[in-house]
Each structure stands twice: as structure tokens, then as C-alpha cells.
């Protein structure tokens, strides 16, 4: 059973078809272990998984999860703690505030990240805040998974911080990519879903609807804040299947491989394998999408077959990211190959 598993990941995460393989292990095997999957393709795609932390952090939440935070005046992102002394030279309490957090195996440094946030202050006059929870996220998949409810608590304490400065709930907006969507779903939801916007990238689909639905209360959903946007770029492998937000955009279906990510890949493509490669992409259109010059622009229809066929029994579109007019539903859109992907 082990190798087979190893067997066949080795073989579909080297090929075009990486979903392909998992969708089979997802869907055929009844004694398979998601967490498992998850390790095991980190095991073949970085061949060693000795960096992961054992056993479970004991530090304070304070040092394992840290706000890293600026805006236009003050663009070099620094700490920012509850009670700052400082708060006023990191954050401006008249604007409003974006967090943007990280999945798994990941931190608050990486160029994704910090280019997400710089573009954010270029284009919206707002503060931006990274959540680096790289110290809760370096462990095998499941417990990683599971320290999401913990981050998303103490997030949402920070924000209730944020909240007593000045900053209104309404004036908050969550984005997260993989377990960082579901550690923004934690936080709007702890914070009774008041808080104005959730932009869920690619969110993780094993152990939160893979194998089975844990259920919303335990997930990112539309009750976790006034509007909640999905992207969905690795459907059915290591995003969701189907998207729970108010807007779902599924760009080229929302499968593996996302154009960039086709084999041969070229330098546009984020990671050396299509599966990953895919599942990061859904940051990059995002980003892209800041720009209000690139408009990606996702058609209503009823599932992305319809769509191919222009069979779409709605005549509505609306723009993939922030600038969304809102309509409501599920929407598809085909994306370039190239930067910007429109
Ligand atoms: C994995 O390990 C083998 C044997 O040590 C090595 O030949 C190979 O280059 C490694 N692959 C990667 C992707 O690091
Ligand atoms: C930001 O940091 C860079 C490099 O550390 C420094 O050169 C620059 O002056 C800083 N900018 C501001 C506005 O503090
Ligand atoms: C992110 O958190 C880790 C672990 O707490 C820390 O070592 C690292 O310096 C932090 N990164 C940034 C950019 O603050
Ligand atoms: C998951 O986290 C919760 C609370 O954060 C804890 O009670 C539970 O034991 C954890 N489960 C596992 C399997 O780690
Ligand atoms: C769809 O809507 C556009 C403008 O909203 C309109 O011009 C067009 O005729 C509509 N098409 C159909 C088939 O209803």
C-alpha cells in the first residue's frame, strides 16, 4: 500500500497529469490517509522531509505567528504586536487593512508574499499586514492543518485589537492561499463574519473537504464574512473541488495544469512541478488581477463544460479578484500562459 502510493505519485507528480493520479487515489481507495498523500508528494517532490519540525510547538502563539505590517507612508513591512507602543509609525488606523497569510511549508518571506503586499500598496490605498505563521506550518501536513484553528484565533485577536484602535471590521479584508484560506475562514468566523472580504486562493481541499466535508464550521465558507471570493487553480488535488464562497472563479476549469504549469515548464511557471505550480498560481492571478489594468474577466455559468460549449444559462460577468461587481455564482474564464495571464 505504501509504495504503491509512493509509486504512483512518483509517476503522476513527474507527468502533465499529476491530478489525475491523486484524483484516483482520492476517489478509489477507501483506507487511503489524506495527511499521508500530502506528505508523501513533499517526500517525492523535495526528497526529504528531515526539515519538518517534530513534535508539537510549546512556545506562546505570540512567537510562532507574527504581523508583519505597513502602509503607503511606511512601506517596509515591521512587526507589529498587540499593544504596539509603536503602532501609529507601522499603521494607519483612518485606512483600511489587509492580511494576507501563507499555506503550508511556507513563510512570510517569500517573494510571492512580499510582491502580493507591495503591489497591494500600489494599488490600494490601504495597510497591509503578512501573517507569518512559518514556525506552526513546517510540520507534516495534518498537524500543519490542524494549527490553522489556532492561528486563526489568535488572527482574530489581533484583529479585535486592530478593531478597539479604530479600524472597523467592515474595513477588514482576509487573503489567504491553501491552509491560510482556511486560517482566514477560522478568523472571519470567530469575528461572526463581519468582517468585509475573504479572497480564498486555491484553499486547501485535503483533511477540510478531502477525503470528506468536515463541514463549514471548520472551513472557509460564505458565512465567514460579508463577501467571500474562492480561486480555485488545483480542483479536486490540493484545492477544493467546488468552491462555498459568494464568487467562485475557476480559471481554465480550475485544474491541473493551469497553461503556465504545462509540462515543459518555462520560467513563468512558479514551481518545477505542475501540481504545485498550479496550486501557487492562484496567488499569481490574484496579484495580477491588483492591477485594475488586468482585467480578468469570469463568465457565469453552470460548470466549466457548459462554459466550453457557450452553453452558459446566465448572461453575467463580472472581474476575478478585488474590483468584482459582485453578481454572485460560479464563474469561468480561460488565462494566458504568459505574465499577465489575461
Ligand atoms: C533526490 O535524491 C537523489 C538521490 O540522493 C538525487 O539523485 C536526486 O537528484 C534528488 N532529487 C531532487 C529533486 O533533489
Ligand atoms: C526600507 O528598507 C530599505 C532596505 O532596508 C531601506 O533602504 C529604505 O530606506 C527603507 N525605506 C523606508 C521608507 O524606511
Ligand atoms: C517568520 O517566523 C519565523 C518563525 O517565528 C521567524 O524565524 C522569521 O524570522 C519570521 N519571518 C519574518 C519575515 O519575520
Ligand atoms: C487539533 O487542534 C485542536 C485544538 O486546536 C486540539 O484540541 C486537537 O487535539 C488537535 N487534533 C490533532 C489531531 O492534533
Ligand atoms: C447579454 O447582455 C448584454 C449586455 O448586458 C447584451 O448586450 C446582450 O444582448 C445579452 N445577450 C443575451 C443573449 O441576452
Not at 506562546?60 to 499593544?83: H, K, M, S, Y
Not at 490601504?126 to 514556525?135: A, P, Q, R, Y
Not at 495580477?288 to 482585467?295: D, S
Not at 460577468?317 to 459582485?326: A, D, F, P
Amino acid at each position: 500500500m505504501f509504495h504503491n502510493i509512493l509509486t504512483i505519485l512518483v509517476i503522476t507528480s513527474c507527468g502533465g497529469r499529476a491530478f489525475a493520479g491523486l484524483l484516483d487515489l482520492f476517489n478509489v481507495n477507501t483506507d487511503y490517509n489524506a495527511a499521508f498523500v500530502m506528505d508523501s508528494i513533499f517526500d517525492v517532490m523535495s526528497n526529504d522531509t528531515k526539515y519538518l519540525l517534530s513534535g508539537d510547538s510549546t512556545n506562546p502563539i505570540e512567537t510562532d505567528v507574527t504581523f508583519l505590517c505597513g502602509n503607503r507612508n511606511a512601506p517596509n513591512l515591521t512587526q507589529t504586536v498587540i499593544n504596539d507602543a509603536g503602532l501609529s509609525s507601522k499603521l494607519v488606523t483612518s485606512k483600511p487593512i489587509v492580511f494576507i497569510t501563507h499555506g503550508w511549508l511556507d513563510n512570510g518571506n517569500k517573494i510571492w508574499i512580499r510582491s502580493m503586499a507591495a503591489d497591494y500598496l500600489k494599488f490600494v490605498d490601504t495597510n497591509v499586514c503578512i501573517v507569518n505563521w512559518s514556525n506552526l506550518c513546517l510540520y507534516g501536513y495534518a498537524l500543519a492543518a490542524n494549527h490553522t484553528f489556532r492561528v486563526g484565533a489568535y488572527l482574530s485577536s489581533f484583529i479585535t485589537y486592530l478593531n478597539r484602535q479604530g479600524i472597523p471590521l467592515n474595513k477588514v479584508t482576509l487573503v489567504g492561499h491553501s491552509l491560510g484560506a482556511h486560517i482566514s475562514g477560522h478568523a472571519g468566523r470567530y469575528l461572526g463574519g463581519k468582517i468585509a472580504a475573504i479572497y480564498g486562493l486555491d484553499p486547501a481541499g485535503p483533511l477540510f473537504t478531502l477525503p470528506f466535508d468536515v463541514g463549514p464550521a471548520k472551513r472557509l465558507d460564505s458565512s465567514d464574512a460579508q463577501y467571500v471570493q474562492m480561486i480555485i487553480t488545483s480542483r479536486c488535488t490540493t484545492g477544493v473541488c467546488v468552491g462555498d464562497g459568494h464568487e467562485n472563479f475557476y480559471p481554465t476549469g480550475g485544474f491541473v495544469p493551469q497553461p503556465n504549469c504545462v509540462l515543459p515548464l518555462f520560467g513563468n511557471s512558479e514551481t518545477f512541478e505542475p501540481l504545485t505550480c498550479s496550486h501557487a498560481h492562484a496567488c499569481t492571478l490574484f496579484r495580477m488581477a491588483l492591477n485594475p489594468q488586468n482585467v480578468f474577466s469570469g463568465k457565469k455559468c453552470s460548470s466549466y463544460s457548459l462554459y466550453l460549449l457557450e452553453l452558459c444559462l446566465f448572461n453575467k460577468s463580472t472581474k476575478m479578484g478585488i474590483y468584482t461587481s459582485r453578481v454572485g455564482g460560479d464563474f469561468y474564464l480561460i488565462t494566458s500562459m504568459f505574465e499577465p495571464y489575461t
